[in-house]
């Protein structure tokens, strides 16, 4: 596996909370992914980032925020997590080829 | 704008069977598509991409630009195929891809 960590790997908060998510890298690869994976809608983009403090928003970022102030970390945060967030989040990262890497994935439930 | 089209939320086939999960796409421009697979639990990994035309696991994909289309095809399932699949499209910006809903595969005795 490409040196995609990802944690916390699951997480259980209340309607409300923020929260914070942490992709950490090795690969030292420009690009990098949030995603959620959900039943029926597959993997869906959040937020990318194409460099250290270069972000931009993907199909369903409403509710999300992300920083990215290392090459190695990109952070998604939700602000106040609503039950609609309850998803599986993976983070992803790729060179300049077309190839992307997936981290293991976060479980959030939203309560 | 770029879409995916898996059609089919479930496959089931006997081992030994012949596989097929559907994909097509829509681009303006010169596609390139892979197939991503997920077992169970576990992260999505890389199956096939259609430039390499190479076969892994026994699985191979045909782009067919003129039916848009980017079928998974194995001659004869194993019950270690049974998985997740999504096929996905490059469009050239960010690295991006844009993933289909997915196929679950489950392969039966």
């Known amino acids: 596996d490409a040196g995609i960590t990802q944690s916390p790997r699951h997480k259980v908060t209340e309607t409300g909370t923020p929260v914070t998510l942490r992709c950490h890298q090795t690969?030292?690869?420009?690009?990098m992914y949030w995603y959620r994976q959900d039943p029926g809608h597959g993997l869906r983009l959040i937020h990318y980032?194409?460099?250290?403090?270069?972000?931009d928003k993907g199909e369903v970022s409403d509710g999300y925020s992300v920083s990215r102030s290392k090459t190695e970390d990109f952070l998604l945060t939700l602000e106040s997590a609503t039950s609609s967030q309850t998803s599986v989040y993976f983070c992803?990262?790729?060179?300049?080829?077309?190839?992307?890497?997936f981290g293991p994935g976060t479980r959030l439930t939203v309560l | 704008a770029q879409r995916v089209t898996q059609p089919e939320k479930l496959l089931s086939v006997f081992k030994g069977a012949p596989v097929e999960l559907k994909c097509n796409y829509s681009?303006?421009?010169?596609?390139?598509l892979f197939w991503y697979v997920q077992y169970s639990r576990q992260r999505l990994q890389l199956l096939l991409r259609?430039?390499s035309r190479e076969s892994i696991k026994g699985f191979t994909a045909d782009l067919n630009k003129g039916e848009t289309s980017f079928h998974l095809k194995k001659p004869f399932a194993q019950e270690e195929d049974s998985a997740m699949y999504y096929c996905?499209?490059?469009?050239?910006?960010?690295?991006?891809?844009?993933f289909g809903t997915g196929t679950r595969l489950q392969v039966t005795l």
């Open positions: 992803a990262i790729s060179d300049h080829s077309s190839e992307q890497f």
């Open positions: 690969e030292n690869h420009r690009y």
């Open positions: 980032s194409y460099g250290v403090k270069d972000t």
């Open positions: 681009y303006s421009g010169s596609p390139e």
């Open positions: 259609h430039i």
């Open positions: 996905a499209l490059y469009t050239g910006t960010a690295s991006k891809l844009t």
